[in-house]
């Protein structure tokens, strides 16, 4: 099953404050960290969670507003 998400940042409040909490291994926070990003933005939120329970889904986002930093994953 594909999940359909839409990321309006304005809308998201309740984005998580850093890339651990949504629960990636360490070596992808560090690498979070080293590429200067403090926190993912709405869509990351959105995708990241799903992409680690093994679920697709389709990111519908506005250009500007973080879609590439969340690449598909086999």
Known sequence: MTT???A???A???APPSFDSLGLA???VAAAAQAG???PTAVQAA???LALQGRDGVAVVPPGV???MAPPRP
């Open 37 to 39: 990003w403090q926190q």
């Open 66 to 68: 973080g879609g590439l």
């Open 12 to 14: 998201d409040p309740a």
């Open 26 to 28: 360490g070596p992808l």
């Open 47 to 49: 995708v990241l969670p």
């Open 4 to 6: 359909t998400l839409s």
């Open 8 to 10: 309006d940042p304005a």
